[in-house]
């Protein structure tokens, strides 16, 4: 059985930082195809960063996230520096797309609870 649990979420100001982890079972983290996504009150849930032999991250987090795994543990985390308003929102960790490994696939066989992120102005 595989399960996502996502932790190290909270509410921070503009500038402030944050580290999300992602502590997977049932499923290696390492050499699989691994996801971070967040969904905003108002919009639909977006990709943040995908990462497999390969990362790719969304252009409005660029040069301020990091994503990273750790076999040791079987996580993934995330961490963001300089945190907007925008990027408020709950974000969930995805594991095994279907189809190919990037920020627009839409399902994915595992997606943890998700863990709020609140950035204020």
């Known amino acids: 059985q595989v399960q996502l649990v996502e932790s190290g979420g909270g509410s921070v100001q503009a500038g402030g930082s944050l580290r999300l982890s992602c502590k997977v079972s049932?499923?290696?983290?390492?050499?699989?195809?691994m996801g971070w996504f967040r969904r905003a009150p108002t919009t639909e849930r977006e990709g943040v960063v995908v990462?497999?032999?390969?990362?790719v991250y969304k252009n409005a987090v660029k040069g301020r996230f990091t994503v990273s795994r750790d076999n040791a543990s079987n996580s993934l985390f995330l961490q963001m520096n300089d945190l907007k308003p925008d990027d408020t929102g709950i974000y969930y960790c995805?594991?095994?797309?279907?189809?190919?490994?990037?920020?627009?696939?839409?399902?994915?066989?595992?997606w943890g609870q998700g863990t709020q992120v609140t950035v204020s102005s």
């Open positions: 990462i497999q032999n390969y990362i």
């Open positions: 995805a594991a095994a797309p279907r189809g190919s490994c990037t920020l627009w696939q839409k399902t994915w066989d595992y």
């Open positions: 049932g499923y290696s983290v390492v050499n699989n195809c």
